[in-house]
């Protein structure tokens, strides 16, 4: 059972979650001070919360669209929270799965932060609330990379087979 | 049969008759483009290669293009760095298609690549821009990814995982009023089908309107076409791509175009006539929020903006010298102009372009990306309103979240430099 601590509205674009002019950080473990830097509240909530814990923001439709800034991403995963969304854009959606920020779609999620949600393979239930949401699983191309444990690892097994080493 | 542009160049990417939308493939890539997030792909290419008795090695240098244009130049000591450790890889790597920050042969990446002749119809690109959806002007399948996949890409030559996309037709027919460019016909679609109408799907253009339109105006069309969600904007390849890598790109050898099946298979077919379409304007905070300019006629603006990998080529920076000459940019307005690429700016110095601009009032800034997203000059006071001829008015996209940004065409914003106010060409007697 996790927590929402926040509820974001529809098309929350690449600029909102991760500033440009914070681009030139380019290692992954130095951008989670700076998510949600134009959001004063949200970002002040991520920096102060543990990242043991694991929490949920919820969104709506077109989550992520904008630039391809994989630190949209990456900032998240530093945060340890899980994004449910009604809908990703294609580039954020594909650079979460690459980076193992845990995303899911659910197109009639309804939640408010300090709800409490439990998350199956198929359904999002608001324990709160006293709802089922179902979730469209992860489009079947981005499954394996998910299995691998992100893009990294996985590119790594289809090198090794390439060059032939073990 | 019933295949569209992008089923075609993926089928032989993967060396197969065809694919049907939903295959999972792993298409091999033409050309991989990076900017100075080449600095983040580097580490997550070392990081693959950690652990491997092997020497990191990409798979092709002479696929790789590698061009300088998002802080240039360098406006701190940390993005000076990236930019060195890029050039050193670029030396070890061998990699041939690297443009640094230079005046001969300088520029932003969406339009090097074109005017260099490095993509051609057919080919699949990838670069680490969403804005790389731009190549699909030239006939090829062009389409953003992240910089890990990037990485994944350098090591293996080919794009992991890539579902084919579903394809939505848009026919566009009309000859435009005058004042009325490819800018005003790409935010007109994007305000109709939304920021997210073309998500996961790619956008094909037809249409007499298309057919007649210079390549320029189509780099316009195919680059926004991401702002309607699409994974790239396709115009299949005709003559006058033929004339543009001909006169322009200075490509000497052949290509086959690659054309839709006459019955291709369509998810949607979206059809518009322009012959009386007005000059368009995204209203903040979003791009699809798209009015026509007179709905927001006499809007104070603080700061208009000409250029970008949209709006910044030799024929955009005309109309603006062309409005301007002998005119002056209002007091209470900065307008800058930083043109596409070295070679541009060349040659609007010497048809006098640049000089119209600057003795108007006008600065006219190196080529790069910078005002656009915000990162590197041109940011927004508090409160203020630009006007702008980029690709993006998000909330804080020009540096600030508590400023506007209001997109439009090269005419619009010239004429409203002047006036101080968001003014419709066409009604001015300009």
Known sequence: MLKVIYKLEDDISTDIIYPGRYMATVLPTETPQYAFDDMKDLNQLLNGKSTDEQSIIVAGNNFGCGSSREQAASTLVGHNVIIIAKDFARIFLQNAINLGLRTIIC????????????????????????TTHPIIPLPEARRAIVE??????????????????? | MKQTVVRKILAKAVGQSQVNVGDVIEPQVDLAMSHENAALVMNQ?????SGLNAEPKVWDPNRISIILDHRVPAESKKTATNQ???????????????????????????QILPEMGYVLPGYVVVGTDSHTTTHGALGAFSFGIGATEMASVWALGHVLNVEVPDTIKVIID?????????????LHLIGKISAQGANFKVLEFHGSTISAMDT??????SNMSVEAGATSGIIPADNETLRYL?????????????????????????????????????????????KSVSEVEGTRIHQVVIGSCTNGRLDDIKIAADLLRGQKVSKNVRMLVFPASSRIYREALELGYVADLMNAGAVVMNSGCGPCLGVHQGALGDGEVALATTNRNFKGRMGNPVAEVYLSSPAVAAVSAITGVITNPIKGGY
Do not use: W
């Open chain 1, 107 to 130: 197109p009639d999620i309804e939640a408010v932060a300090g709800d409490v949600l439990e998350i199956h393979d198929d359904k999002v239930v608001n324990q709160t609330r006293g």
């Open chain 1, 148 to 166: 691998a444990g992100g893009l990294i690892p996985y590119t790594r097994l289809k090198l090794k087979q390439k060059l032939g080493i073990s």
């Open chain 2, 45 to 49: 290419f070392f990081e693959i290669y």
């Open chain 2, 84 to 110: 060195k450790k890029i050039r050193e890889f670029v030396a070890e790597q061998g990699i041939a298609k690297f443009h640094d920050i230079r005046g001969d042969e300088g520029g932003i990446c969406h």
């Open chain 2, 174 to 186: 009309g000859e435009m009023q005058k004042f009325v460019s490819a800018k005003d016909i790409i």
């Open chain 2, 216 to 221: 320029s105006g189509r780099l316009t069309i």
């Open chain 2, 246 to 290: 001909r006169e322009v790109a200075g490509f000497t050898g052949a290509f086959e175009p690659v054309l839709p099946d006459n019955d291709a298979e369509y998810c949607q077919t979206v059809h518009i006539d322009v012959s009386k379409l007005e000059p368009q304007i995204a209203c903040p905070h979003t791009v699809d929020n798209v």
